[in-house]
Each structure stands twice: as C-alpha cells, then as structure tokens.
C-alpha cells in the first residue's frame, strides 16, 4: 500500500481524523502529506488521554516517525499553523511548500460578512476569499513569509520520492465529497474541488502513482452551514437518536440526517474508491462501543454494514466503534 488517498464522502466530519491516525501508527506511514482546502477543516484526533483538534497539521502526527507535509494547493493561516506546531510537539517533522498561498486578515474578515456569513454560512476562517485571491493571482505565497522559513520544503518532490522508494505514504484530504466546488451541492459548498483527484493535486501527485482510495463515511449524515440535507431530522430527534454533535471549527450545531446510500454511491464513483471505512457504528448501535474485530459486532451492525456494502460495491475494510484512535475494526487482517 504505498500510496493511499483518504477522502471523505460526505458533507465532511466523518472522522477522517481518527481513521488516518490509526492508518499513520498501524501501517507505520512515512510521509502523510495534507491536501484540501485550508484550516476550515477541524480533524478530531483522540490518542491515548488526550484530544487533539488540527485544523492544518496532518492527522498522522500521532505516528512520531512520520514527516509531516502540507502540499501547494492548501492555503496556510501562519497562526493556526504556529500554534498546532507547538501543540503537536512536531516542529521537527512538519514541511510547508513554498507555494502555499497565505490567508490574511482581511479575508478572514471578508469571510465573516456578506453572502458569505448571512447565506453559505461558511466557517469563517478566511479560505474562500484567499482562494479569490489566489485565482486573481494577488495571494501571497509561504516563500515571502519570515516565520515560515525554516519549514519551507518542496512537498511535491518528497512525497513522489516517497512513493517511488516503497515508502507507505498517505494523502490527507479535507471537508467532504458534497463540500466540492464541482460536485457539492453548489453555492453551499467550499470553494474548491476535494474530491480524490483533488487532493492528489494538492500535493503534487498524478493519477497513476495512487494504490488505494479510502473513503470515509460516518453511520449518519451530518452537515453544518446552509445547503441541502436530504432527510434531514430536527435536532431535538438527533438528541433522541445520540446523533447531535458540534462542529470543531466553529461550534455550530451539526445537522443531521440518516446514512445515504445514494450520496455514499456517488461518492465512491467521482472519488474512484477502492475501500470504504464507516465511523461511530456505536452511536447507531451502541452494543459495539470499542469492539475490535467484525465477530465482536452485533448482528444489526454486521447487517448493516454488508448492506453498505452491497449498495456502494466496494469493501468496508475499517470500522470505528469508538473515539480512540485503537477503537477500530479492521477487517484488512480479518
Ligand atoms: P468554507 O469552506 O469555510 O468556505 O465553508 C463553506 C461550506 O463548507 C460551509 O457550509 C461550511 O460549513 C462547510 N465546511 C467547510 N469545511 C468544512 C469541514 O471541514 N467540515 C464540515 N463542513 C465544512
Ligand atoms: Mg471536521
């Protein structure tokens, strides 16, 4: 498995956070390199007694011999990246590319006003305006930025290296297939492509040096912001059912809707998926809470997720059935 792209197949928040760091520690992976959109993204990492939210660093930072990298195409707020460099202890391991474009001040601000707040409800964080920017050719890059200096390294290079030495390397995609600037579910949707190939480009890499594409998706439907959200429930029935969570990022309430089996099939269509991994199996079935192989699940989740897998054709190869990064069912090794 030298290369393997993880994408989500939703609206995003579906644990991609908690499924590339049990890939980063399980299969030893040498170079994650981070693609997608910017820090509008919030991976949620729970290893050992301690919860991690990364909005920049790869999700595989927990593996304390992995590099870092964070590829050309994500836009780089200099603060958030800063901070998670300290809070992850990885300073050391972490690369920028030089042609990160940089958010500044005033598109965080252009971000919280306007049709941007009132209608997409966005997060706020200044991406789409700096991805405006950069389109116009008027963003500033990483390589004109004093306090990035010392982390400036060329991503596409090492990550191709990488996969041409048979090193395991992983590609960290962000938000959710229906997020996408072209297959979401436009104007309610981030502003920019990232789907699989997407990501690939982030950091540099062509279609033929891709092995897997991990598709994630959680055992409900969740959204935040505007847009549509077929089967939707309220969110007092969400409080009945477990499903209510808060978003990372912004604190927003998510939005809730059962699993979509013709979203997840679409979506392993336009990301060419070659596996799928389903989180929170214990909030839809809470007997499974930290099982660890497929035998240890009950009968209705073991339906369930064959049913999955007959409708998106693909196998569900990993299971989560817990917060923690080891709370996983990995059927690779079943
Ligand atoms: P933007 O990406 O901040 O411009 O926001 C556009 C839309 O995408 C809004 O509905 C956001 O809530 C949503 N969005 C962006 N990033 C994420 C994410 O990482 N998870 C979930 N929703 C996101
Ligand atoms: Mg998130």
């Not at 059962?258 to 989180?279: C, D, G, H, W, Y």
Request: glycine share 10%.
């Amino acid at each position: 498995m030298p290369c393997i792209v993880v994408v989500c197949g939703f609206f995003g928040d579906t644990g991609k956070g908690k499924i590339i760091s049990y890939l980063a520690l399980k299969d030893k992976i040498s170079v994650a390199a981070r693609a997608g959109v910017g820090p509008n993204a919030g991976h949620t990492v729970v290893y050992g007694d301690k919860t991690y939210k990364v909005r920049m660093i790869p999700s595989a930072f927990v593996y304390e011999k992995c590099r870092l990298l964070i590829g050309p195409g994500v836009l780089v707020d200099q603060n958030v990246f800063l901070s998670e460099v300290d809070l992850t202890h990885a300073g050391n391991r972490v690369g920028l590319d030089p042609q990160c474009a940089i958010i500044e001040p005033r598109h965080i601000e252009t971000d919280r006003s306007g049709h941007l707040a009132s209608e997409i409800g966005t997060t706020g964080t200044g991406t789409g305006p700096c991805n405006a920017d950069r389109v116009l050719r008027k963003a500033k890059l990483a390589k004109d930025m004093p306090t990035l200096q010392s982390f400036l390294t060329d991503v596409p290079f090492e990550v191709n290296a990488a996969i041409d030495g048979g090193e395991n390397v992983l590609i960290e995609g962000t938000q959710g297939t229906y997020l996408s600037l072209w297959h979401g579910t436009y104007p309610y949707c981030t502003s920019k492509d990232v789907t699989a190939s997407a990501a690939c480009s982030d950091v540099g890499v062509g279609p033929k040096k891709v092995d897997e594409v991990l598709i994630v998706f959680k055992a409900f439907v969740t959204r935040v912001g505007a847009g549509p959200l077929p089967g939707e429930i309220s969110w007092e029935e969400a409080e009945r059912r477990g499903w209510t969570e808060i978003a990372a990022v912004t604190g927003r309430r998510r939005r809730a809707a059962p699993f979509n089996f013709e979203l997840a099939k679409r979506a392993v269509m336009l990301n060419s998926a070659t596996q799928a991994a389903i989180t929170k199996i214990d909030v839809l079935f809470p007997e499974c809470k930290n099982a660890k192989s497929f035998s240890d699940l009950s009968m209705e989740a073991r339906d369930f997720i064959r049913k999955v897998e007959k409708e998106i054709s693909i196998p569900v190869t990993l299971i989560g059935t817990g917060p923690e990064v080891w709370d996983v069912v990995d059927r690779r090794f079943e």
